[in-house]
């Protein structure tokens, strides 16, 4: 057997060995940010296991699957993290979006910096707000 292909192997070992620990991750977390990272975790390393049996194996189509598993496994991790921000949201009774954060603060005074939104930030923030909902309209 040729020297790369033992490190190749001995690599895909170490890297399901990591795979296995990061569904353990995924499972006990103790927060939902650790669960959702763990689920990232397992995608990159899944794709790397995929490149490196696409060496292994010398197969080309598996570069493709490779590929078309990290589009997946992105969207996944995007969808998680939206779907954790509207459950963290919810909540806190928070709303969403750069108009909100003046509602946001006045829900919750402890989130307050002294001196973060003067009057001036207010108006300009305001404004900002006014203009986003102008675009919005045809």
Avoid: H
């Avoid at 763990?38 to 197969?59: C, D, P, Q, R, S």
Wanted: charge should be negative; charged fraction near 20%; proline fraction near 4%.
């Amino acid at each position: 057997m040729e020297l790369y292909k033992v490190f190749l192997l001995w690599g895909m070992i170490i890297i399901s060995i990591l795979i296995i620990v990061a569904i353990i991750r995924s499972a006990i977390g103790p927060s939902m940010t650790d669960r959702v990272i763990a689920v990232n975790m397992i995608g990159t390393m899944t794709i790397a296991l995929i490149a490196m049996l696409t060496i292994y194996m010398a197969e080309d189509y598996l570069a493709d699957v490779c590929l078309i598993y990290a589009m997946i496994s992105f969207l996944a991790v995007v969808i998680l993290t939206k779907v954790y921000t509207g459950i963290y949201l919810q909540k806190k009774q928070m709303k969403a979006g750069p108009e909100a954060i003046a509602d946001n603060l006045a829900i919750q005074p402890e989130l307050r910096v002294p001196g973060q939104f003067d009057d001036e930030d207010e108006d300009i923030m305001s404004e900002t707000a006014s203009d986003s909902e102008e675009e919005d309209m045809p």
